[in-house]
């Protein structure tokens, strides 16, 4: 039972929203991912699309490794089809698509292979305010990974970001 003079948790008071603008901006990320996919399958490329069911921006400091950057949990229903097409030696170039909104970033993530015209998207929303120590570990180390990952923890695949301001902004404090 909540306090009547308890102060709301400024966190959740951050995701609520009564006017639909978060929402409107992961309808649009999850349409921009579809056209993407459809231009470069008119190209004739493989593509697989993946809707992160959940995104962690990790810093090294959070975990029994020094794992850092962008965590995204897989579901199942797309775990198996990233593993079959992903091999990190081959997709060495990426583009990202986002924009903040808010504090949040809703962005697609576009990993390329582009000798043999293959192309993972990554649909995914994070919350840039609870990024500052993923912002150390980055700037420390001069990279960004993008580490994609089962539910219960299993890494599927991680890609090095070595620009990797498109993915992030800094959070107003």
Request: no cysteine; charged share 35%.
């Amino acid at each position: 039972m909540e306090d009547e003079n308890e102060a709301p948790d400024p966190r959740a008071l951050r995701r609520r929203d009564p006017e639909g603008v978060k929402t409107e901006a992961w309808k649009r990320t999850l349409e921009d991912m579809e056209v993407i996919a459809e231009d470069r399958r008119d190209d004739g490329w493989e593509v697989v699309t993946i809707v992160a069911a959940h995104t962690d921006t990790v810093s090294r400091d959070m975990g029994e490794d020094d794992k850092f950057g962008l965590v995204h949990v897989v579901p199942g229903n797309y775990a198996d089809r990233f593993t079959d097409v992903y091999d990190s030696d081959e997709f060495t170039e990426y583009l990202a698509y986002g924009t903040d909104v808010e504090g949040f970033m809703y962005v697609v993530t576009e990993l390329i292979d582009p000798e043999n015209e293959r192309s993972i998207l990554i649909a995914s929303r994070y919350d840039m305010m609870l990024a500052g120590g993923m912002i150390a570990s980055v700037e420390d180390e001069g990279v960004l990974y993008t580490h994609l990952k089962k539910i219960d923890g299993t890494i599927l695949g991680t890609f090095e970001h070595e620009e990797y301001e498109p993915l992030i902004t800094r959070p107003d404090t």
